[in-house]
């Protein structure tokens, strides 16, 4: 309980990051984190504008001990390899980290989309035991 | 076989990307009616337009898209200087070499990667999607990249 406090404090600091035409945000869904990526990451330099965001995410999930976040991408319509290195970013500041630190991350995916998993194919070569894709 | 053939001549500019790239995805779905395919193209499209408006220095892009009943071909040409083309023809030689999974292997385990905001994966997220069909060649100062895409596995 007390974590889901924390945590939920945290969030409340964050804003959505919109940018070009894609949308980030992060919040709670039936207790549980879940950040949100839908739209097209096509921008030039999606590092300058979504990696702070999910750094930062990163380091207070690690601060508030959660062991587990969802991954919202159904409305993602397209993301350039660019932002898809982004995102791997966050996934390897995870996997460098000791194990007792780490946390898994579920992908749901728009099953109706074969772009989106195959996008995200990268990722899961990087950290099979923490990430999963769920339809 | 039957062939539609779409060109574009642009300057290198970030803007005109979308609109070229969702143009020829749509395309490529209403001809072979297969959206995954057609998503492929779109994004292979997109990397190698992104690619040639970093480095077409100010000069055009062209690209043209063919689009038979059992594939979709797409060159992409801009200006180039002759040693970054060399560089780049190593690069794709090495990738076309490998499986999709033994790139993504080596690239995360070279620390430039995740250093280098220009470390990329753009070539091997390419590759995995027209399974290794690239050409590239050096013509009129230019570099000419081909990729051939199937419609079926």
Same mark, same amino acid.
């Given at each position: 309980m007390r974590n889901k406090m924390n945590i939920n404090d945290i969030i409340q600091n964050y804003d959505d990051v919109v940018s070009g035409s894609?949308?980030?945000? &992060?919040? =709670? #869904?039936?207790?549980? #984190? &879940?950040?949100?990526?839908?739209?097209k990451v096509d921008i030039?330099? +999606? %590092?300058? #504008?979504? =990696? +702070? @965001?999910?750094? !930062? =995410? %990163?380091?207070? $999930? #690690?601060?508030?001990? @959660? !062991?587990? @976040? %969802? $991954?919202?991408?159904?409305?993602?319509?397209?993301?350039?390899?660019?932002?898809?290195k982004v995102v791997l970013q966050m996934v390897m500041s995870i996997v460098n980290r000791h194990e007792s630190q780490q946390y898994k991350i579920n992908f749901y995916h728009d099953p109706a989309s074969s772009y989106q998993k195959k996008s995200f194919n990268a990722i899961s070569f990087l950290a099979p035991n923490l990430i999963t894709f769920i339809p | 076989m039957s062939a539609e053939l779409i060109k574009f001549s642009i300057a290198p500019g970030w803007d005109y990307i979308r609109p070229i790239r969702e143009f020829i995805g749509e395309f490529v779905y209403v001809k072979s009616g297969n959206r995954e395919r057609a998503d492929d193209v779109l994004f292979i499209a997109n990397?190698?337009?992104?690619?040639? *408006? /970093?480095?077409?220095?100010?000069?055009?892009?062209?690209?043209?898209c063919k689009v038979y009943d059992a594939v979709t071909e797409i060159t992409v040409s801009n200006s180039i200087q002759r040693d970054k083309y060399d560089m780049l023809k190593e690069k794709?030689?090495? *990738?076309? /070499?490998?499986r999709a999974e033994q790139l993504y292997g080596e690239k995360?385990?070279?620390?430039?990667?995740?250093?280098?905001?220009?470390?990329?994966?753009g070539l091997i997220m390419i590759n995995e999607r027209c399974e290794g069909k690239i050409t590239i060649?050096? /013509?009129?100062?230019? *570099? *000419?990249?081909?990729?051939?895409?199937?419609?079926e596995e």
């Open positions: 894609f949308r980030f945000s &992060c919040g =709670l #869904v039936d207790g549980n #984190v &879940c950040m949100k990526l839908g739209g030039q330099n +999606p %590092d300058e #504008v979504l =990696l +702070p @965001v999910l750094l !930062r =995410l %990163d380091k207070d $999930f #690690v601060a508030s001990q @959660v !062991r587990e @976040v %969802d $991954f919202d991408i159904k409305e993602l319509e397209f993301i350039n390899s660019s932002g898809i | 990397e190698l337009i992104e690619n040639a *408006v /970093k480095n077409a220095n100010n000069k055009k892009i062209l690209i043209s794709l030689f090495d *990738v076309c /070499k490998k995360f385990r070279e620390k430039t990667f995740w250093e280098d905001e220009k470390g990329a994966i060649q050096y /013509k009129n100062l230019s *570099v *000419v990249i081909t990729c051939i895409i199937p419609y």
